[in-house]
């Protein structure tokens, strides 16, 4: 821990970009090292400005401090560039991250074919089932998915690879700690179990626009391809693709309809060369002989989505629902105030809170119960639908 606090003290001074701290690793042996360095060997660092120069002369070591201690109290990990489990792909890139904050069991991703899977924050049901399906099948034929856990795309496809059972990495542009958007608590939690959440940034840190499209390197660095859902002419998700491309790493993309805006920029990917991904396979079949033994060609089918997709009739016959007695179900006033509560059609659990006026531990509580006896079912984003009919 001695040796941590001077990493974090070099990662969090203020003035000093990333190419700087890789040089200045580069010259001296240790961060340690360049602590206790005078201003005549800093600035024989090559690159280095005397106005950064100047910032390294701040010795305090409070702020790193503190943020070893909130590490410890959220019982984080912490990576840098130096040790054995940081991995090569990551650090081959241009500007890798001197220091990575882990929630969770990062894998050994130089040993695993990892998938980053990108897209648009404002997606449509077509994106949405294109990410949870490609992401199931990526997960469930052997791959990692790596996400940035934002609304969209992003957290379809977190959905769609941990109800595969498969290993999600988030990569998040503030602190590990810090949800957002303040909906997903549930999805951070869930991949944390099934993987990890992962960000250069301390505990704390509000992830702020500037940030994304920094962390965006991270997650084509650690994969070996990128995979575009759903993303229109000018989208984050096309930075991402570009990195991966500068990167050497290969880029996928999920065709569209040539007049959906949201498709403009998959289509405009695949014009220019990138592969086209209508199946998971599609992607995996290339990393088969990389990665011996590890993929599976026939992967399992998607559950379908519980909510009406494109293209179903729309007075589509509804299923005839067990019934359930609320007198004799043994049921708790929680349980049964949500299902009084609940309707066929999926509501969130920020609603379910809202309307029962009960605290999110209990409704949550109750929820977890309502399923194991399938009484409820879960559907996408964390969104519940009644599983029965009620009668008294």
Same mark, same amino acid.
């Given at each position: 821990?001695?040796? !941590?606090?001077y990493w974090v003290w070099l990662s969090r001074c203020e003035g000093i970009g990333n190419q700087t701290r890789l040089?200045?690793?580069?010259?001296?042996?240790?961060?340690?090292?360049?602590?206790?360095?005078?201003?005549?060997?800093?600035?024989?660092?090559? %690159?280095?400005?005397?106005?950064?120069?100047?910032?390294? =002369?701040? =010795?305090?070591?409070? =702020?790193?401090?503190?943020?070893?201690a909130d590490c410890d109290r959220l019982d984080l990990q912490l990576l840098t560039l130096h040790d054995a489990a940081?991995?090569?792909?990551?650090?081959?890139?241009?500007?890798?991250?001197?220091?990575?904050?882990?929630?969770?069991?990062?894998?050994?991703?130089?040993?695993?074919?990892?998938?980053?899977?990108?897209?648009?924050?404002?997606?449509?049901?077509?994106?949405?089932?294109?990410?949870?399906?490609?992401?199931?099948?990526?997960?469930?034929? %052997?791959?990692?998915?790596?996400?940035?856990?934002?609304?969209?795309?992003?957290?379809?496809?977190?959905?769609?690879?941990?109800?595969?059972?498969?290993?999600?990495? %988030?990569?998040?542009?503030?602190?590990?700690?810090?949800?957002?958007?303040?909906?997903?608590?549930?999805?951070?939690?869930?991949?944390?179990?099934?993987?990890?959440?992962?960000?250069?940034?301390?505990?704390?840190?509000?992830?702020?626009?500037?940030?994304?499209?920094?962390?965006?390197?991270?997650?084509?660095?650690?994969?070996?391809?990128? !995979?575009?859902?759903?993303?229109?002419?000018?989208?984050?998700?096309?930075?991402?693709?570009?990195?991966?491309?500068?990167?050497?790493?290969?880029?996928?993309?999920?065709?569209?309809?040539?007049?959906?805006?949201?498709?403009?920029?998959?289509?405009?990917?695949?014009?220019?060369?990138?592969?086209?991904?209508?199946?998971?396979?599609?992607?995996?079949?290339?990393?088969?002989?990389?990665?011996?033994?590890?993929?599976?060609?026939?992967?399992?089918?998607?559950?379908?989505?519980?909510?009406?997709?494109?293209?179903?009739?729309?007075?589509?016959? =509804?299923?005839?629902?067990?019934?359930?007695?609320?007198?004799?179900?043994?049921?708790?006033?929680?349980?049964?105030?949500?299902?009084?509560?609940?309707?066929?059609?999926?509501?969130?659990?920020?609603?379910?809170?809202?309307?029962?006026?009960?605290?999110?531990?209990?409704?949550?509580?109750?929820l977890t119960m309502l399923e194991i006896d399938q009484y409820v079912t879960q559907c996408s984003g964390k969104r519940?639908?009644?599983?029965?009919? !009620?009668?008294?």
């Amino acid at each position: 821990m001695s040796m !941590l606090k001077y990493w974090v003290w070099l990662s969090r001074c203020e003035g000093i970009g990333n190419q700087t701290r890789l040089a200045l690793l580069e010259h001296f042996r240790t961060p340690e090292d360049v602590y206790y360095a005078d201003e005549g060997e800093i600035l024989l660092t090559e %690159g280095i400005t005397r106005q950064e120069a100047e910032v390294l =002369k701040n =010795k305090d070591l409070t =702020k790193a401090d503190q943020i070893l201690a909130d590490c410890d109290r959220l019982d984080l990990q912490l990576l840098t560039l130096h040790d054995a489990a940081y991995p090569i792909r990551l650090r081959s890139i241009y500007d890798p991250p001197c220091l990575l904050y882990i929630r969770g069991r990062f894998p050994a991703v130089d040993e695993l074919p990892a998938i980053a899977v990108v897209g648009t924050r404002k997606a449509s049901p077509y994106g949405i089932r294109c990410a949870e399906n490609l992401a199931f099948g990526l997960a469930d034929g %052997g791959a990692v998915v790596v996400t940035g856990l934002a609304r969209g795309i992003d957290s379809a496809a977190a959905q769609g690879a941990l109800r595969a059972g498969g290993i999600v990495i %988030g990569v998040l542009g503030g602190g590990v700690d810090v949800i957002y958007p303040r909906e997903n608590g549930w999805l951070y939690d869930d991949v944390a179990a099934a993987g990890c959440l992962i960000s250069e940034y301390p505990p704390g840190t509000e992830p702020l626009p500037g940030h994304f499209p920094i962390r965006n390197r991270i997650m084509s660095g650690l994969s070996v391809a990128a !995979l575009v859902v759903e993303a229109p002419a000018r989208s984050g998700a096309l930075i991402t693709a570009g990195m991966a491309l500068d990167q050497g790493r290969d880029v996928f993309a999920v065709p569209g309809p040539i007049y959906a805006e949201n498709s403009r920029g998959c289509n405009r990917l695949i014009r220019d060369g990138a592969g086209v991904a209508a199946e998971p396979w599609d992607i995996l079949r290339d990393y088969e002989a990389q990665f011996p033994g590890k993929l599976r060609g026939q992967t399992r089918p998607a559950p379908e989505l519980l909510e009406k997709q494109p293209g179903q009739p729309t007075e589509a016959a =509804k299923p005839v629902l067990p019934s359930l007695s609320l007198k004799g179900a043994g049921l708790t006033d929680d349980q049964i105030l949500l299902l009084r509560t609940l309707t066929d059609q999926p509501m969130p659990v920020d609603d379910l809170i809202e309307l029962t006026e009960l605290p999110a531990r209990r409704v949550l509580s109750a929820l977890t119960m309502l399923e194991i006896d399938q009484y409820v079912t879960q559907c996408s984003g964390k969104r519940y639908i009644r599983a029965v009919t !009620l009668f008294e």
